[in-house]
């Protein structure tokens, strides 16, 4: 694919962006557009590999290693080295209903697995697969494709999280009637209020996509949670079949001392009501301001990073990040080769900010939180600190051990809890008397999705436990197929 010897004659090239002083003013999404003189270069990296691990899409040591959906990776490069723009938009849509979100937001597994990866700068996958989309948007190639013949069934998806959305897309191609139902004001999920506005745009990137949905017929019920505004028992006698992507939105709390002081949140408590307050153009009710305090975020992780971005953005006094994780090193370690996801050094948007704004990376490695301190009011003042150092026990088991003399005190007017999340919440998965896993998730195997209810299934992070929004979108499509099979007798969606 592409050029042969493009991986010699071409560097790796990846779209520029806004200076981070300049972009911490507003909430634009920051990169440039990549001119496509040298996105052609790009796609002439890609070298016609024997055996190509970008679109492999497996798990290896837990992570994803290669491109959960399958993207036709080496087709697209060659189309885009040839110019042929329209011919890669229709083979990235093969595989993937929604480019323009993992264009922007995926950490890109299939660059870790590419074959020149081992040797030299992967090819910029990521890169050209978000000048695809947008190229098909402003070429007016994508439009509305509502399916040829309805079959009479219908369906429901709670949740329209990345899972939901793209179970709703292969469902509504099939013929059904899908009604996607969203608890929040808008529909988007993890999409529209899990990350920030100016890591994908809401009003030009995702909500212009679910009106492209609700033209092919799908419609989208907001401010309606089941279990409360619709009966679990109303939900399966109304529905020829139910989805559940609720995704995992139950937070890891921190019980330490001065917990319930005021002041300390969870990050989608925080990210949530900012994204509201950004769209609405007023300040929400449920605002949570940085501005002017000491902001200390617990967790590393896209949620910590996207906590950095949006408390510069509000004009915060300083920023900490606390990861309780060592720094990782600059290079592959050699428990981590390749195909693997690489676990190396580097600095996403927000830390990028932090630097240039108050000159350092503000994660702090090896680091718990011990203790938060008050004032007389309740207010947090300040979070108590320790280094810390994985050491083997007696069952050779990995524990944490404090290090003592490295005890610290930084003040904090705001605290961040971003140490991830533990599964779905619980009334809905009770109600309707799903099984559950070890971790409290749904019970539904991988690829095949179908709950202990006959007619229910499970799909994303409600199912796996939290992961990336392109395993979202892999359970999504599988359980689409799975429902359609379980609709009809069979099923032609892939």
């Known amino acids: 694919m592409g050029k042969p010897t493009g991986f010699i004659e071409y560097r790796r090239e990846v779209e520029g962006e806004l200076a981070p002083l300049d972009r ?8 440039l557009p990549m001119p496509d003189d040298k996105l052609r270069n790009q796609g002439a990296r890609c070298m016609d590999c024997g055996t190509p691990f970008c679109h492999t899409g497996t798990t290896i040591s837990g992570m994803a290693s290669g491109c959960p959906i399958n993207n036709l990776i080496p087709e697209w490069n060659d189309l885009v080295y040839r110019g042929l723009w329209r011919e890669a938009l229709d083979r990235l849509h093969k595989t993937n209903n929604f480019p323009e979100f993992t264009g922007r937001v995926c950490p890109a597994p299939c660059e ?23 190229k098909g948007w402003e070429e007016g190639w994508i439009v509305p494709e509502p399916p040829a013949k309805r079959t009479g069934k219908k369906v429901a998806i709670v949740g ?30 993890l999409l529209m209020y899990g990350i920030p506005n100016m890591k994908l745009e809401k009003e030009h990137v995702v909500l212009r996509r679910i009106e492209l949905l609700e033209a092919e017929g799908i419609t989208f019920k907001c401010n309606v949670e089941v279990g409360k505004d619709i009966s679990a028992e109303d939900l399966r006698k109304d529905y020829d079949a139910v989805i559940l992507c609720t995704g995992a939105t139950k937070p890891r709390d ?3 001392e001065g917990r319930n002081l005021k002041g300390i949140h969870f990050a989608m408590e925080f990210l949530t009501a900012n994204t509201q307050t950004v769209l609405d153009g007023k300040e929400h009710r449920d605002f949570i301001t940085a501005a002017g305090k000491d902001v200390i975020i617990i967790g590393g992780g896209d949620t910590g990073t996207d906590c950095v971005g949006t408390s510069i953005r509000h004009g915060c006094n300083s920023v900490e990040q606390l990861e309780i994780m060592p720094m990782p090193p600059q290079s592959r370690a050699a428990n981590n080769p390749w195909p693997e996801w690489p676990k190396v050094y580097k600095m996403d948007y927000g830390q990028e900010e932090a630097t240039a704004k108050f000159g350092a990376d503000p994660r702090a490695y090896l680091t718990t939180a011990t203790k938060f301190e008050g004032d007389a009011d309740g207010n947090v003042t300040a979070v108590h600190t320790v280094q810390v150092q994985w050491e083997k026990n007696e069952q050779g088991q990995f524990v944490l051990q404090h290090v003592p003399g490295t005890e610290k005190v930084n003040p904090a007017q705001l605290v961040l809890l971003a140490m991830g999340f533990l599964g779905p919440e619980q009334p809905l998965v009770d109600a309707l008397g799903l099984e559950k896993d070890a971790r409290s998730n749904i019970k539904a195997e991988h690829e095949q ?46």
């Open 112 to 134: 870790g697995s590419c074959v020149l990866g081992i040797h030299n700068p992967p090819v910029t996958i990521k890169s050209i697969e978000h000048s695809i989309v947008d």
């Open 160 to 189: 329209s999280g990345p899972a939901g959305l793209c179970a709703a897309a292969q469902l509504n191609k099939a013929g059904h009637w899908v009604t996607v139902l969203e608890r929040a004001d808008r529909p988007g999920g």
């Open 24 to 31: 911490i003013h507003n909430w634009d999404e920051f990169h």
């Open 449 to 494: 999705y179908v709950t202990s209810i006959p007619g229910v299934f499970a799909a994303g992070d409600c199912r796996r436990g939290q992961s990336l929004v392109v395993w979202a979108f892999n359970e999504g499509r599988g359980a689409a197929h799975e429902c359609d099979m379980y609709l009809m007798g069979n099923t032609d969606l892939p």
């Open 254 to 256: 921190l019980q330490i």
